[in-house]
């Protein structure tokens, strides 16, 4: 590899040495009435085994364990931040993320029960978020707190924890979690529709966008048309998968969910990091075009303009970016109208080849209320 290459690699590096040798944050249990912000309950599905203090750890789990968090969102915080308390003896509601409930369903029909409740009161809607590389169980709990709460994502939230190492240097062990993980996942969408869920949005970050893809595959393989056609879209954020292995899993699962949204950007250094460690530099998360992807129907959003750092959870994370994404009923609107109806939505330049499109987004005042430098 050339000298210039490996130089654009070191800020990403220097991000997963530095996380290294960070204190993980944990979940804390705080009474409801001690927190003065508003809480979001999250169903939980999660194949990682639950460890003798009571919390779901790294270690894999061949049994789909059934839950729900109640996720407490500090009022005194920027958005799209998550912050863990400096000491969980002595949390501060104003700025902390914390739980003010865990409940541990031992049966499905337990959880299906509950969880129907919350869908009748949501419009039959569910919205199942799965997490990327190098995260503990409470790091993907409270991102998917933080994002349905920034976001408003309308529906009942369910995430799905598969079991990463959460260890910077532990990709290869990750790839294979997530592969061990897809039966969970397919379990947990199936759990959903069976609880009354008519419409199910996948949202999956890094990793977890491969581990999405395969369990889509699964259940195209199954020739389950009744359960595909419960998933109302699919939104891949900053996907760490090889471009060709998503072209041949989208082959196999044929019409793909509509609408079909990846975010990416080619500034994204966690990618460039992982395209080194494979030796695969197509990722599909930093694409700089979508020739690629041209027979398929989907839509690339590159936010290269919006910056978090590595680039490499910038959707989830910038706050002009979820300013903008707050206006997804009306992408989705607009993704399922004219080409020219989607050049007046979004500020950027839209990009068409044949079935995909690209939309590179520009951070303008009149969307996200700020201008933002590149």
């Known amino acids: 590899m050339k000298k210039t290459s490996l130089r654009r690699l070191l800020p990403a590096l220097a991000l997963a040495l530095l996380t290294a040798c960070t204190p993980r944050g944990t979940i804390t249990i705080v009474p409801p009435e001690t927190v003065p912000g508003p809480i979001v309950p999250l169903f939980v599905g999660t194949t990682r085994q639950l460890d003798v203090g009571g919390l779901y750890g790294p270690d894999r789990s061949e049994a789909l364990h059934l839950a729900r968090y109640d996720i407490a969102i500090p009022p005194a915080r920027q958005i799209g931040k998550v912050v863990f308390p400096k000491r969980p003896t002595k949390p501060d509601p104003q700025t902390d993320f914390l ?33 990327g590389f190098n995260n503990t169980f409470a790091e993907g709990l409270y991102r998917f707190a933080q994002l349905d709460h920034d976001l408003q994502i309308p529906g009942v939230a369910v995430h799905y924890s598969w079991p990463s190492a959460a260890q910077p240097l532990g990709y290869v062990q990750d790839r294979d979690s997530a592969l061990f993980a897809r039966d969970g996942l397919e379990e947990l969408i199936r759990d959903v529709a069976k609880a009354g869920a008519k419409r199910i949005v996948l949202v999956a970050h890094s990793m977890g966008g491969q581990l999405t893809m395969e369990a889509l595959r699964q259940i195209a393989l199954r020739g389950d ?17 090889d471009v060709d292995v998503f072209r041949m899993t989208a082959k196999v699962i044929g019409d793909l969910p509509e609408p079909f949204i990846i975010f990416g950007s080619p500034r994204d250094g966690v990618l460039r990091l992982s395209g080194f460690i494979t030796g695969q530099q197509g990722r599909l998360g930093a694409l700089e075009d979508v020739t690629k992807l041209a027979d398929l129907d989907v839509t690339y959003l590159d936010v290269a303009a919006f910056r978090d750092g590595t680039g490499h959870f910038t959707a989830g994370t910038s706050p002009g970016l979820i300013s903008l994404i707050g206006k997804i009923e009306d992408v989705n609107a607009a993704f399922r109208g ?37």
């Open 99 to 131: 739980t003010t409930a865990q409940v541990f369903y031992p049966t499905e029909m337990g959880f299906r029960g509950d969880l129907s409740r919350a869908l009748a009161a949501n419009d039959d809607e569910a919205v199942i978020f799965v997490h």
């Open 225 to 241: 048309q009744g359960l595909m056609n419960r998933i109302d879209g699919v939104v891949l954020i900053s996907p760490d998968m």
């Open 338 to 374: 004219d080409a020219a109806a989607r050049t007046g939505l979004l500020p950027g330049v839209v990009i068409t080849f044949r079935r995909a499109t690209r939309i590179i987004l520009s951070p303008v005042s009149q969307i996200t209320g700020t201008t933002l430098s590149p």
